[in-house]
Each structure stands twice: as C-alpha cells, then as structure tokens.
C-alpha cells in the first residue's frame, strides 16, 4: 500500500505564483523527500528532511514536516513554467525487517501557465 | 559517472512472452530497487535487492515475477508469460548505503504488451 498521500492530486497555477503540496504518511519514519518527475522521465531527488527537523529551504522550495501530524509540504516559490512536473512525496522508514525501505506517495501534477 | 542505466527504454511483447529488463546502478551503489508505475499513477515498491540477495520482494507479484542483483551485472527483472495488465513504466533505483535514503532513479523501461 502507498504510505504517502499528495494533496491535491493536481494543481494549476500562473507563472510568479507560489505552488504548495501536502503530503501524509502513516508510520514512523526515519526521513521524508521530496522527488519531481517530469513526463516520460525517471524522479529526480529535490530535497530531503529528517524527521528531527522541521523545515528546510534550497534555492525556491521550502519543506516542513510536521511529524505528529505525519505531514509535510513542499512550497515552491515563484513559480516557472520549467516546473510544471508531477511532484512526489517519499518516506524513509526501517521496517520491521530491519532494512530501510522507501515508499512513494500518490503525487501532485503540477501545471504552471506561462 | 553515467548514472544509473535502464534498457530497454521501450519494450513491446506479445502476451504469453517474457519480458526482461535491465538496470545498472550508479558506480559504487550496492542497492537497487524496483518501482511500477501505470499511466497518471504514483510508483509501486516492488523490490529491493543487493548484490546476489533479495531483501525485500513483498511488492512483486509471486507467480511470473522474478528479480535477481548478480555479483556481476546488472540487476534483472523478469516478467514471465506477460499479460496485458504488465504494461507500466518499470523504474530502478539504486543508492550506496541503507539508510542514506536518496534514490538516484534510471529512466525507466516501459512495457507494452499487445
């Protein structure tokens, strides 16, 4: 089953405006991140937060996790028509195996109009 | 440093064909993981491999699947007798360490069977 969950499932913005994405998990977990994935592509690793962290920034995204909330957000700040992907949010988390194991959420398609 | 390394891109079978598709992991990353994706949908763990054991397969398929990481190689993921429900998009992963958590994804495979 998917342990993460994208809010909204698509959105669509103007260029300059400010995109933000939430994302729900269920279990504990060790880290979150946050991956884009253009069409036809493979992802592409955008950020990570761990989970004694609550909020990061590099370049035009900032990311919160709310940990007993199991949340968190992407906010991409002024926004291109370059970002318009499908963004996806992944939880790190040791299983009852032992191993790590990281699971995909549903994810947010992402259209920005020029 | 090539990254990690999918092929075939496209992959046409016959139903009641096999299919079999490779990855090579980026230089140095001992673990790969296999996700499915269907059209407009998120990524579906499906394995998680080192070299020459399976560690986690709980998101493959039992009958038909199979997936092996050799000493030597790329990894391998084999759909036996496919049918037409195994067209996807089929993406590796690969990262250096448990517990570092970032995945550096290939391209992906994608499957269409007729």
């Known amino acids: 089953s998917q342990q993460g969950e994208e809010d909204p499932q698509a959105l669509s913005i103007q260029e300059g405006e400010n995109a933000t994405m939430n994302c729900s998990y269920k279990?504990?977990?060790?880290?979150l991140q946050w991956y884009r994935q253009n069409s036809g592509r493979g992802l592409v690793h955008l950020i990570l937060i761990r989970s004694n962290e609550r909020e990061k920034h590099s370049g035009r995204l900032r990311v919160t996790l709310d940990t007993s909330k199991k949340s968190s957000s992407l906010l991409i700040t002024a926004s291109r028509a370059a970002d318009t992907a499908s963004y996806f949010c992944?939880?790190?988390?040791?299983?009852?195996?032992?191993?790590?194991?990281?699971?995909f959420g549903t994810g947010t398609k992402l259209q920005v109009i020029p | 440093n090539a990254g990690v390394m999918q092929n075939p891109r496209h992959l046409v079978r016959r139903r009641g064909q096999e299919a079999r598709l490779r990855c090579s992991p980026m230089k140095g990353h001992s673990h790969v993981y296999w996700y499915r994706q269907l059209p407009e949908e998120g990524l579906k763990f499906m394995v998680y491999l080192q070299k020459e054991n399976i560690i986690d397969e709980s998101g493959m398929p039992k009958e038909r699947f199979s997936a092996e990481f050799p000493k030597e190689g790329p990894s391998i993921l084999r759909i036996q007798q496919v049918v037409r429900g195994d067209s996807a998009a089929y993406f590796c992963?690969?990262?250096?360490?448990?517990?570092?958590?970032?995945?550096?994804f290939g391209a992906g495979s994608r499957l269409t069977v007729l």
């Open positions: 992963a690969s990262s250096p360490l448990q517990g570092v958590g970032v995945l550096t």
């Open positions: 992944a939880t790190d988390a040791v299983n009852s195996g032992g191993y790590q194991k990281v699971t």
């Open positions: 279990t504990s977990i060790n880290n």
